[in-house]
């Protein structure tokens, strides 16, 4: 089945950007969030995005104004009714998920592939909600959505090999690079790498060894990584970081290596997200 019409649950950061990379590939989009003033946030920001790509010669004003055309925005569930491909995108809150999925489940076609875009839950758990554990998958993006290439296609207990392959061709369709993580564990391939990088980063400078921007410094030029822990977290949110951590905590056996330090627990209950509106890693270092 051709995927034509595609539905986005979540108009926030990761939402509308899956949204407007759904639109750029020709999709019409529906993009669902409970308050209209989510969906009017989602798509102001994707029209801040299209506007600098039009104002730096990425894209002309025909190109953009195609694109948002092809975006709705809706707090209705029901609008999602008719889509042929369903991606959540809300925050990370498994309760929050199953509710999610339990009400696509009933409003959207059995047929459809519903996949999420967790970044570490269990797609085993959020299948379970549905009468459909075959047609669930994850489909995780990074963020920023439109120029971040990779996609995790993550395979739940039940989810079948055509799941997977419409998954998969749709995100290569999207111009993503893609990866099958086989077996549902938490924090698929990324994050069971980058979390720790995180948690370690946090004990440096928790304990005096070095600064936070030198620890970036030197992660950056040493590791030949385009970002340093710090300013990753400030990029993403600190708060996920922690969530995520969290979750590892409580799902891999309890290790000691996935408890947050306490550092990152008086951030996150100081309210400082990292993200632009409220100060992060580097307000706090100043």
């Known amino acids: 089945m051709e995927i034509k019409k595609v539905g986005v649950v979540g108009a926030g950061t990761m939402?509308?950007?899956i949204a407007q990379t759904a639109a750029?590939?020709?999709?019409q989009v529906v993009?669902?969030?409970?308050?209209?003033?989510?969906?009017?946030r989602g798509i102001g920001s994707i029209d801040k995005f299209l506007s600098k790509s039009v104002e730096k010669g990425k894209l002309d004003s025909k190109e953009k104004d195609a694109i948002m055309g092809r975006i709705s925005g809706t707090t209705d569930m029901a609008k999602l009714a008719d889509v042929d491909f369903v991606i959540e995108a809300v925050i990370e809150d498994i309760e929050l998920k199953k509710s999610v999925f339990?009400?696509?489940d009933e409003v959207c076609r059995p047929e459809i592939v519903l996949a999420s875009n967790t970044s570490s839950m269990s797609l085993?758990?959020?299948?379970a909600a549905t009468k459909r554990p075959g047609k669930v998958c994850g489909m995780h993006f990074f963020n920023p959505v439109?120029?971040?290439?990779?996609?995790?296609?993550?395979?739940?207990?039940?989810t079948n090999d055509e799941t997977i392959a419409t998954t998969t061709a749709f995100a290569k369709k999207m111009g993503k690079v893609t990866v099958e993580v086989k077996k549902d564990s938490p924090g698929f391939i990324v994050n069971r790498i980058m979390i720790p990088h995180m948690i370690e980063a946090i004990k440096i400078a928790e304990e005096g060894v070095a600064s936070i921007a030198d620890i970036d410094l030197a992660v950056k030029n040493g590791l030949n990584y385009p970002m340093g822990p710090f300013e990753l977290m400030d990029l993403t949110g600190i708060d996920i970081c922690y969530y995520v951590a969290e979750y590892f905590y409580k799902e891999l056996n309890k290790e000691s290596k996935w408890v947050s330090p306490v550092l990152l627990k008086n951030m996150i209950r100081a309210g400082r997200f990292g993200r632009k509106t409220k100060g992060g890693w580097y307000d706090y270092n100043k």
Do not use: S, W
Not at 24 to 27: D, H, N, P, S, V
């Open 146 to 158: 439109p120029l971040m290439k990779l996609v995790e296609i993550i395979r739940g207990f039940y």
């Open 124 to 127: 085993t758990e959020i299948a």
């Open 24 to 27: 750029q590939i020709g999709c």
């Open 15 to 17: 939402g509308n950007g």
């Open 31 to 40: 993009m669902r969030d409970i308050e209209d003033r989510f969906v009017e």
């Open 102 to 104: 339990r009400q696509l």
